[in-house]
């Protein structure tokens, strides 16, 4: 077995295989193991889907919401161990890949149309 066969034996054993589809626009919430002290929980952190890059176990989506007035975005890596579950809370109607455009807009402007020919 060569190196590259390893490395990509030991990639699929750590990939997450129960994650949904997820596209640019979805309005997703992420669950985010939080340490505090020697305790552990789940933080849910819901927003946009405003991006989505690489593939494998590399892959990531960057999230953005609106906390108290100001735009707060983060990127997940989707197959970390610190990411517990990713649930799809709407569908949006988009028509790019970046939805950067997002950074710029608020109010109703920063809204997005839902999508209701995909399945939640």
């Known amino acids: 077995m060569n190196a590259q066969e390893i490395i990509r034996s030991v990639e699929q054993e750590q990939m997450k295989p129960e994650l949904p ?20 929980r789940v933080q849910p952190y819901e927003g946009v889907v405003i991006s ?4 494998g176990i590399a892959q ?8 108290q007035g100001v735009g707060v975005e983060r990127v997940f890596l989707l197959h970390s161990p610190r990411i517990e579950d990713v649930k799809v809370m709407r569908r949006g109607k988009v028509r790019r890949a970046k939805l950067y455009y997002l950074r710029q807009r608020t109010g109703k402007s ?5 999508r209701f020919d995909r399945e939640v």
């Open 21 to 40: 589809v997820i596209y640019v626009g979805d309005t997703v919430r992420v669950g985010v193991k939080i340490r505090e002290g020697d305790k552990e």
């Open 52 to 55: 989505k890059a690489s593939s």
């Open 60 to 67: 990531n989506i960057t999230v953005r919401r609106v906390f």
């Open 110 to 114: 920063a809204r997005l149309k839902q």
